[in-house]
């Protein structure tokens, strides 16, 4: 029997960095970005505040990064799913890029926003101009979301109706999935390691594969086949 999309119904599926780190994206934690970078002096609001050009040229630099990047089987068997919505911690476009049209909870790194006309447009992989496009204003920004500002399309993670939700590349620090697992009838969880849940009141014991239905310890890449089989089971 062949795998059939159209059996697929009322799918959530909730990413983070590691569906994009097979494509060449690296992760943030744990071998990941901020090992090498500070936080700090880039990617909080308070930097923003003090220091605009060099979180403007940290973005930069990354937005030209991108532009060498492709999608990886998960990226295109995730767009192909009927009846699913994807919520993207990642700001890549990689998603895009396989069909897929994902609510970016963090923003978007080819995207660029103006602080006075607050429009929104999109660069593509270049530098960011000095003025805003529509009104002339010098105050335009990365539109990303920064440490210590407010992610309004967090209001998604616990309203989006589903019968399956799917975590995938995703340690759950930001986000607590373990959580958001509970609130469905069938949870996938899809990690090339266990990791131990881990929120804002510290450490637990528990590790977040115990809050899912199904746990496939492998990268997004490499888990699409069990998961598809998965899929035509459930």
């Known amino acids: ?32 970005l901020w090992d090498n970078i500070n936080i700090d002096e880039v990617a909080t609001h308070e930097a923003w505040l003090k220091n605009p050009k060099k979180v403007i040229a940290f973005f930069d630099q990354r937005r030209i990064e991108l532009a060498h ?12 799913l ?15 890029k396989a069909g897929d049209n994902p609510i ?5 790194l080819t995207e660029i926003r103006c602080e006075v ?14 003025n805003c496009h529509f009104c002339g204003s010098f105050n335009v920004r990365p539109n990303v979301i920064l440490f210590g500002e407010v992610a309004s399309n967090y209001r998604y993670l616990y309203t989006t109706k589903a019968d399956i939700f799917i975590a995938v590349g995703t340690s759950g620090k930001v986000i607590d999935i373990a959580d958001i697992a509970q609130n469905y009838p069938v949870s996938i969880l899809i990690n090339p390691k266990r990791e131990k849940r881990v929120t804002m009141f510290g450490e637990f014991e528990e ?24 899929l035509k089971e459930l």
């Not at 990047?69 to 192909?80: E, I, K, L, V």
């Not at 009927?82 to 895009?96: F, G, S």
Request: aromatic residues 12%; glycine residues 6%.
């Open 1 to 32: 029997m062949e795998f059939c999309l159209e059996m697929i119904k009322n799918i959530y599926i909730l990413s983070g960095a590691g569906l994009s780190a097979p494509s060449g994206i690296p992760t943030f934690r744990d071998g990941g």
């Open 69 to 80: 990047c492709q999608p990886n089987r998960a990226h295109y068997f995730f767009a192909s």
């Open 104 to 108: 970016h909870l963090h923003g978007k």
């Open 207 to 230: 590790y977040i594969d115990e809050y899912f239905t199904f746990f496939i310890q492998k990268s997004a890449d490499e888990a699409i086949k069990d998961l598809k089989k998965l």
């Open 82 to 96: 009927p009846n699913a919505i994807h919520l993207t911690q990642n700001v890549d476009d990689l998603c895009e």
């Open 117 to 130: 006309c607050k429009k929104i447009w999109d660069i593509g992989y270049t530098a960011q101009p000095n």
